[in-house]
């Protein structure tokens, strides 16, 4: 990537003593709400791919290895750079966290093999197919949260119970389709509502912090 | 489900069978290749925040 290439967008470098991005450029911390966008924008591209190439499969036009091949692509790629963006950049990815990463790929991984097996065998119909591959999408931003809460932890958090899930991860009544995020604060991680309609398992999670992040 | 919907679901044909995990043409597990692709893949999309700085941590 060039130089000229990179003037389009914004360099950033992570902060390890504020826990979040800043600019390059000026040192400006990038608030919560724009690394949310971010993540939602990539998510979004995401699904878009994932919803096309659903329809495609069930137009005939596409076969199923292929699909899975394509929906697999873009599972790794976009969990995979959500772990770096949370982590704080390529430098933070430690071999621990190379590990959770890929044990979440492998259940991802898990995941796709039975949602091309439950299509092979006619049990999904193309409407309900679309939806359940855009979730692969929504889910993605959970490998952010997995990465940027690790380090939340320590004596002074000790009091405080883990953070059971992460926005995104799918296993909350709205599936990871919400508008939940997670902020720092001297007291411990809360869970934000921000402003969207949510599921009794965020309010319950919001209502349950602070928590440590491991 | 509609009629219509129905009809459509009915004259669907999935083309191929599914293949296991580990036949997929790209690796399960991360590689320092998947952390290059995932860079690019980040930032040759639409978005503002590049995160393939040329200074990590600086």
């Given at each position: 990537m060039s130089f000229d290439e990179v003037s389009l967008g914004f360099q950033i470098t992570w902060n390890e003593e504020q826990h979040g991005w800043q600019l390059?450029?000026?040192?400006?911390t990038i608030a919560t709400p724009a690394i949310h966008a971010e993540i939602r924008s990539h998510a979004v591209l995401s699904g878009n791919l994932f919803n096309d190439i659903t329809t495609s499969l069930y137009a005939a036009e596409t076969p199923v290895a292929a699909w899975q091949n394509a929906m697999w692509a873009e599972i790794k790629e976009g969990r995979t750079a959500n772990a770096i963006f949370g982590a704080g950049g390529v430098g933070n990815m430690s071999p621990e966290a190379i590990a959770r990463l890929n044990a979440r790929l492998a259940e991802e991984a898990g995941h796709l093999a039975n949602f091309a097996q439950d299509i092979a065998d006619g049990k999904v119909s193309v409407l309900k197919a679309r939806d359940r591959a855009r979730q692969y999408a929504q889910g993605m931003e959970s490998s952010y949260w997995d990465e940027w809460k690790q380090p939340l932890t320590g004596p002074e958090l000790d009091h405080l119970p883990i953070l059971p899930t992460t926005p995104g991860n799918g296993d909350t009544p709205c599936h990871g389709n919400c508008q939940c995020t997670l902020l720092f604060t001297d007291a411990g991680i809360i869970w934000k509502l921000n402003p969207a309609s949510h599921c009794t398992g965020c309010i319950s999670l919001a209502a349950g912090g602070p928590y440590r992040g491991s | 489900m509609s009629d219509d919907a129905q009809q459509e679901d009915d004259n669907l044909v999935i083309i191929g069978d599914p293949i296991d995990p580990d036949e997929f043409q790209v690796s399960l597990t991360v590689t320092p290749d998947s952390i290059t692709d995932a860079i690019d893949w980040w930032d040759e999309r639409a978005g503002d925040l590049y995160i393939g700085a040329l200074e990590w941590n600086a």
């Open positions: 390059v450029s000026t040192g400006a | -």
